[in-house]
Protein backbone atom coordinates (compact mmCIF):
# COMPACT_ATOMS: atom_id res chain seq x y z
CA UNK A 1 0.00 0.00 0.00
CA UNK A 2 1.01 3.61 -0.83
CA UNK A 3 -0.62 6.76 1.10
CA UNK A 4 -0.59 9.94 -0.42
CA UNK A 5 -1.27 13.30 0.64
CA UNK A 6 -1.45 16.33 -1.51
CA UNK A 7 -0.86 20.01 -0.35
CA UNK A 8 -0.45 23.75 -1.41
CA UNK A 9 -3.27 24.20 -3.16
CA UNK A 10 -5.10 27.43 -2.91
CA UNK A 11 -6.58 30.34 -4.60
CA UNK A 12 -4.10 32.77 -6.95
CA UNK A 13 -5.29 34.44 -9.64
CA UNK A 14 -4.24 34.42 -13.26
CA UNK A 15 -0.44 34.66 -14.05
CA UNK A 16 0.28 33.43 -10.61
CA UNK A 17 2.61 30.46 -9.27
CA UNK A 18 1.45 27.48 -7.12
CA UNK A 19 3.59 24.85 -5.90
CA UNK A 20 1.75 21.38 -5.20
CA UNK A 21 3.56 18.81 -3.16
CA UNK A 22 2.41 14.92 -2.77
CA UNK A 23 3.63 13.35 0.23
CA UNK A 24 4.12 9.73 -0.01
CA UNK A 25 4.27 7.17 2.77
CA UNK A 26 4.05 3.00 2.87
CA UNK A 27 6.01 0.69 0.33
CA UNK A 28 9.13 1.87 -1.58
CA UNK A 29 8.16 5.56 -2.84
CA UNK A 30 11.40 6.00 -5.13
CA UNK A 31 10.09 2.21 -7.09
CA UNK A 32 6.66 4.05 -8.47
CA UNK A 33 5.62 5.99 -11.22
CA UNK A 34 4.18 9.24 -10.35
CA UNK A 35 1.45 11.37 -11.88
CA UNK A 36 -0.79 14.61 -11.50
CA UNK A 37 -4.15 14.93 -12.46
CA UNK A 38 -7.45 16.99 -12.56
CA UNK A 39 -10.66 17.20 -12.44
CA UNK A 40 -13.15 20.11 -13.02
CA UNK A 41 -16.68 20.44 -12.01
CA UNK A 42 -18.75 18.57 -14.28
CA UNK A 43 -15.50 17.17 -16.30
CA UNK A 44 -13.48 13.81 -16.29
CA UNK A 45 -10.29 13.27 -14.49
CA UNK A 46 -7.66 14.32 -17.19
CA UNK A 47 -3.73 13.62 -16.70
CA UNK A 48 -1.53 16.48 -15.86
CA UNK A 49 1.78 15.36 -16.01
CA UNK A 50 4.17 12.27 -14.99
CA UNK A 51 7.42 11.24 -13.62
CA UNK A 52 9.31 8.00 -13.80
CA UNK A 53 10.81 6.38 -10.61
CA UNK A 54 14.05 7.86 -11.36
CA UNK A 55 12.72 11.07 -12.47
CA UNK A 56 14.56 10.77 -15.72
CA UNK A 57 11.14 10.92 -17.90
CA UNK A 58 8.85 13.50 -17.72
CA UNK A 59 5.33 13.82 -19.46
CA UNK A 60 3.04 17.21 -19.81
CA UNK A 61 -0.26 17.40 -21.62
CA UNK A 62 0.01 19.99 -23.95
CA UNK A 63 -1.97 22.92 -22.23
CA UNK A 64 0.87 22.69 -19.53
CA UNK A 65 3.75 22.08 -21.12
CA UNK A 66 6.26 25.61 -20.89
CA UNK A 67 4.19 26.14 -17.57
CA UNK A 68 4.13 23.34 -15.20
CA UNK A 69 7.07 21.70 -14.29
CA UNK A 70 6.70 17.85 -12.44
CA UNK A 71 9.89 16.67 -9.74
CA UNK A 72 10.39 14.39 -6.94
CA UNK A 73 12.71 13.86 -4.44
CA UNK A 74 13.06 10.55 -3.38
CA UNK A 75 14.63 10.80 -0.24
CA UNK A 76 12.09 13.21 1.10
CA UNK A 77 9.37 10.74 -0.56
CA UNK A 78 7.72 14.06 -2.35
CA UNK A 79 6.67 15.08 -5.67
CA UNK A 80 6.00 17.86 -6.60
CA UNK A 81 3.92 20.07 -9.37
CA UNK A 82 5.08 23.72 -10.07
CA UNK A 83 3.12 25.21 -11.68
CA UNK A 84 3.39 29.09 -12.84
CA UNK A 85 1.67 31.64 -15.53
CA UNK A 86 -1.59 29.71 -14.43
CA UNK A 87 -5.01 30.21 -15.56
CA UNK A 88 -8.42 29.87 -15.00
CA UNK A 89 -9.20 27.26 -17.63
CA UNK A 90 -6.60 25.44 -14.87
CA UNK A 91 -9.51 25.55 -12.04
CA UNK A 92 -9.68 22.24 -10.87
CA UNK A 93 -9.03 19.53 -7.69
CA UNK A 94 -5.78 18.17 -8.17
CA UNK A 95 -4.49 14.84 -7.53
CA UNK A 96 -1.44 12.88 -7.06
CA UNK A 97 -1.44 9.64 -7.82
CA UNK A 98 1.23 6.25 -7.93
CA UNK A 99 1.88 3.64 -10.09
CA UNK A 100 4.53 0.51 -10.71
CA UNK A 101 4.41 1.25 -14.72
CA UNK A 102 4.92 4.67 -15.88
CA UNK A 103 1.43 5.75 -17.72
CA UNK A 104 -0.14 8.85 -18.81
CA UNK A 105 -4.53 7.53 -18.53
CA UNK A 106 -5.64 7.50 -14.93
CA UNK A 107 -4.79 3.41 -14.18
CA UNK A 108 -3.02 4.35 -10.99
CA UNK A 109 -3.14 1.69 -8.70
CA UNK A 110 -2.55 4.96 -5.83
CA UNK A 111 -4.33 7.95 -5.30
CA UNK A 112 -4.49 11.03 -2.94
CA UNK A 113 -7.10 12.69 -1.44
CA UNK A 114 -7.00 15.91 -3.80
CA UNK A 115 -6.11 19.65 -3.61
CA UNK A 116 -8.37 22.32 -4.79
CA UNK A 117 -6.36 24.64 -6.94
CA UNK A 118 -8.58 28.15 -8.11
CA UNK A 119 -7.20 30.69 -10.36
CA UNK A 120 -9.10 33.81 -10.78
CA UNK A 121 -9.49 36.31 -13.92
Known amino acids: QVQLVESGGGLVQAGGSLRLSCAAS????????MGWFRQAPGKEREFVAA????????HYRDSVKGRFTISRDNAKNTVYLQMNSLKPEDTAVYYC??????????????WGQGTQVTVSS
Open 26 to 33: GRTFSSYA
Open 51 to 58: ISWSGGRT
Open 97 to 110: AANEIFRLDPLYAY
